[in-house]
C-alpha cells in the first residue's frame, strides 16, 4: 500500500483512519532519524603475537563498535578523550556536505579534542550508503583506533542486488608488537622508514602466526550456513600497507566500493588500499567444511620493506566437525601486480537510472599533481646520515600547522596558510625514467599551501607517480568528495594522447584511489561542498612524511551553499 492509496482511504470512522494512516505511514514518517552514539577512548591492554601492550582504543574494542546509519540519518558521536594523546575521529568517506567542523583531521578541520575533554560529532549522511569506516585521525593512533561504519539504504529502497541473507564486517589491520607512537617517533628520529608492523589482522586477530608459534588461536571465524549468502563489508584499517584478500574455494561478487554501487562482477581476490571499503556477495554453495581465509600484502616495489605475514581467518560451515581439515588458499606473491591490475580494471559504476554517475564533461581546472618521496637534510638524524626521508606533492612537502585551517578560513585568521598550492610540478621532468629520476635533486620545498576553488567548480587531477627515491603505489584520498576514476595508465601522463580515452560513462567512484607504482591516475569531481578538505596519501608514513595538501572550496550563493556555523564544543588550538 502506497502513500496515496492510505490518504484516499473511503474509511468513515476518523480513529480507524488514524491508525491506518499510522500503519501504513509510519515508514515514511521514521525515515530519517538521529542515531546517537558515545565513544570513550580508553587504554586498554591487548595480548596478540604473544606479548600484552596497553593500546588506545574505543569502549575497549579493537577493533572499535560499527556505527550503523540509515542514507538521511544524522548521526550524533560523542567522543569523550581518556587518554594521554591529544584526538580527533575522522568518518571516512562520508562526504559531510557544509558540516567540515566533523570532517575530523586534526589541524585540518579542527583542533584535537585534549585528555579530558569530549566533542559531538554532528553530520548527516546524504546521496550515500554501504560500507565505510572511522578512524583517529592524528598521530598514528589510527593503528587501533578504527571501527566500521555500515550506511544502510533508506528504509523501504532495496540494493541494486538480490538481497543477501546476512551481512558481516571484516576489518583488515596492521598488528606491532612495540607501541606504534614509539614506532612512527622512533623512525622520525633516524629520518629512516619505519619498522614494518609484526603481523596483520582480521577482525583484530592475526590467526596462526610465525611470530608466535604456541598459540593454538586460530583467528576470526567466519561462520555461514549452507545455502546463505553473505554481504561482507571489507575494510582496509591497515596503516601502510595494501592488501590481497581471498577465502579458499570461494569467489566474491564485488557490489559495491567506498559506499558507491558497481557493475558486479566475480573475483576470487580482493585488492583493497588503506582508505578503502569493498563489499562483496558471498554465497556458502561449498561442501561443509572449513575454508582459511587470507589477507596478504600487495607491494610491487621490490626496495620497500612489507610485513610479509599473511593474516588468516576461517569460514567455518555450520555442523563442521572440528576436526575437519582446513581447505587452504595461497595468498598472491607481494609483487602480483597483475591480479591487483586485473581487479582495478574490473570496477565500473553501477551507472543505473537510479544510481547514475555524474560524471564532469567539462572541467573549470585541470590540475597535474606529482606524488612522491624525497629525502631532505636532518643535522639530528644519525642514522640517516644527516638526512630524512619525506614526502611531497608538486614538490611541497607539507608542513601541518598548530591551528585548524577550517577555523583559520572560517574567522579569516592570518597567517596560518596560503593559497597558492602549485596546479603543475615547477620543474617537470621524465617523472618515471630511473636515469632522470636519478640525476634529480631529492630536496623539497616546505608550505602549508591550499588550493582554492570556486563553489560547484569542476575540477579534473592528474596524479603522477614519481620514481624519486623510488617508484610506489600510493593509495590518495580526498576528504568532503568523491571522485571518478577517469583514467589510469603505466609511465608518464600523456596530456595529448590519453584523455582520448578517459572514461566519461561509467568510471567507478571512490574516495580513496591506488595511484599505480610509476604510473598515474586522473580523476574528476564537482567541488559542490563549501569547507577545507585534506587530501593525502593513506599509507600513514606517507602522510607522516608530507604527502599531503588541501583544497579550500569557497561558499556558494545562499546558505544551502555555505558552510555551516562551527558547533559550540568545537576544541580549540
Ligand atoms: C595493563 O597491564 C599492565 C601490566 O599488567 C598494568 O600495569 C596496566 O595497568 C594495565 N593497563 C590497563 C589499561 O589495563
Ligand atoms: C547538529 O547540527 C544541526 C545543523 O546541521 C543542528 O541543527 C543541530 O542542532 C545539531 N545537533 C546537536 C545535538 O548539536
Ligand atoms: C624496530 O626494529 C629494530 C630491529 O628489529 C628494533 O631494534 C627496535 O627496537 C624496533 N623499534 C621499535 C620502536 O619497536
Ligand atoms: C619475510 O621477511 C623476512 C624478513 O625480511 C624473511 O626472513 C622471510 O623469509 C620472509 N618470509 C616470506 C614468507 O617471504
Ligand atoms: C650512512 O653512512 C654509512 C657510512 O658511509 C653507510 O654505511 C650507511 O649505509 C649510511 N646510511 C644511510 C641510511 O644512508
Ligand atoms: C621518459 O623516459 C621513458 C623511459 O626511459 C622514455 O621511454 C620516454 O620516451 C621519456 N619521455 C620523454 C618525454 O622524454
Ligand atoms: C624541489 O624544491 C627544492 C627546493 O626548492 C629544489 O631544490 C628541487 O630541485 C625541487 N625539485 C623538483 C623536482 O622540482
Ligand atoms: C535549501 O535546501 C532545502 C533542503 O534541500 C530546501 O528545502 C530549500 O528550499 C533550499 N533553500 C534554498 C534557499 O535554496
Ligand atoms: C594537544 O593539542 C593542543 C592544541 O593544539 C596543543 O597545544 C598541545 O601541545 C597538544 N598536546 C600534545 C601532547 O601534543
Ligand atoms: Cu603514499
Redesign the pocket.
Given at each position: 500500500m502506497d502513500f496515496n492509496s492510505c490518504t484516499t482511504s473511503r474509511v468513515s470512522n476518523i480513529l480507524f483512519l488514524f491508525l491506518l494512516l499510522l500503519l501504513c505511514c509510519s515508514p515514511l514518517l521514521v525515515q530519517s532519524r538521529i542515531r546517537h552514539y558515545k565513544f570513550n577512548v580508553v587504554m586498554k591492554n591487548y595480548t596478540r603475537l604473544c606479548s600484552t601492550k596497553p593500546i588506545v582504543s574505543v569502549n575497549g574494542k579493537y577493533p572499535g563498535p560499527t556505527v550503523y546509519a540509515r542514507e538521511g540519518d544524522t548521526v550524533l558521536i560523542k567522543v569523550a578523550n581518556h587518554v594521554g594523546y591529544n584526538l580527533s575521529i575522522h568518518w571516512h568517506g562520508i562526504r559531510q556536505i557544509r558540516t567540515g567542523w566533523a570532517d575530523g583531521p586534526a589541524y585540518i578541520t579542527q583542533c584535537p579534542i585534549p585528555p579530558g575533554q569530549s566533542y559531538v560529532y554532528n553530520f548527516t549522511v546524504s546521496g550515500q550508503r554501504g560500507t565505510l569506516f572511522w578512524h583517529a585521525h592524528i598521530l598514528w593512533l589510527r593503528a587501533t583506533v578504527h571501527g566500521a561504519l555500515v550506511v544502510l539504504p533508506k528504509l523501504g529502497v532495496p540494493y541494486p542486488f538480490p538481497k543477501p541473507h546476512h551481512e558481516r564486517v571484516l576489518i583488515l589491520g596492521e598488528w606491532w608488537k612495540s607501541d606504534t607512537e614509539a614506532v612512527i617517533n622512533e623512525a622520525l628520529k633516524s629520518g629512516l622508514a619505519p619498522n614494518v608492523s609484526d603481523a596483520h589482522t582480521i577482525n583484530g586477530h592475526p590467526g596462526p602466526s610465525p611470530a608466535c608459534p604456541s598459540s593454538s588461536s586460530s583467528g576470526y571465524t567466519l561462520s555461514v550456513a549452507p545455502g546463505k549468502s553473505y554481504l561482507l563489508r571489507v575494510i582496509n584499517a591497515a596503516l601502510n600497507e595494501e592488501l590481497f584478500f581471498k577465502i579458499a574455494g570461494h569467489k566474491l561478487t564485488v557490489v559495491e566500493v567506498d559506499a558507491t554501487y558497481v557493475k558486479p562482477f566475480k573475483t576470487d581476490t580482493i585488492v583493497i588500499a588503506p582508505g578503502q571499503t569493498t563489499t562483496a556477495v558471498l554465497t556458502a554453495d561449498k561442501r561443509a567444511g572449513k575454508y582459511m581465509v587470507a589477507a596478504s600484502p600487495f607491494m610491487d616495489t621490490p626496495v620497500v620493506a612489507v610485513d610479509n605475514v599473511t593474516a588468516t581467518a576461517m569460514l567455518r560451515y555450520t555442523g563442521t566437525l572440528s576436526s575437519a581439515r582446513t581447505t587452504f588458499t595461497w595468498a598472491p606473491p607481494r609483487n602480483a601486480t597483475p591480479i591487483a591490475n586485473a581487479f582495478t580494471a574490473a570496477l565500473r559504476s553501477l551507472n543505473s537510472e537510479e544510481y547514475p554517475a555524474r560524471v564532469p564533461r567539462t572541467v573549470d581546472h585541470s590540475l597535474f599533481f606529482t606524488i612522491g618521496l624525497g629525502v631532505n637534510p636532518c643535522p639530528t638524524c644519525k642514522a640517516g646520515n644527516g638526512s630524512r626521508v619525506v614526502a611531497d606533492i608538486n614538490n611541497v612537502t607539507f608542513v601541518m600547522p598548530t591551528f585548524a585551517l577550517l577555523q583559520a578560513h572560517y574567522f579569516k585568521v592570518k597567517g596560518v596558510f596560503t593559497t597558492d598550492f602549485p596546479a603543475n610540478p615547477p620543474a617537470p621532468f621524465?617523472y618515471?625514467?630511473s636515469a632522470?629520476v636519478a640525476a634529480m635533486n631529492p630536496g623539497t620545498s616546505k608550505g602549508t599551501r591550499l588550493y582554492r576553488l570556486a563553489y560547484n567548480a569542476r575540477v579534473q587531477l592528474v596524479l603522477q607517480d614519481t620514481g624519486l627515491i623510488a617508484p610506489e603505489n600510493h593509495p590518495v584520498h580526498l576528504h568532503g568528495f568523491n571522485f571518478f576514476v577517469v583514467g589510469r595508465g603505466v609511465?608518464?601522463f600523456n596530456p595529448k594522447k590519453d584523455p582520448k580515452s578517459f572514461n566519461l560513462v561509467d568510471p567507478v567512484e571512490r574516495n580513496t584511489v591506488g595511484v599505480p607504482s610509476g604510473g598515474w591516475v586522473a580523476i574528476r569531481f564537482q567541488a559542490d561542498n563549501p569547507g577545507v578538505w585534506f587530501m593525502h596519501c593513506h599509507l600513514e608514513i606517507h602522510t607522516t612524511w608530507g604527502l599531503k595538501m588541501a583544497f579550500l572550496v569557497e561558499n556558494g550563493k545562499g546558505p544551502n551553499e555555505s558552510l555551516l556555523p562551527p558547533p559550540k564544543d568545537l576544541p580549540k588550538c
Open positions: 621524465n618515471t625514467d632522470a609511465g608518464n
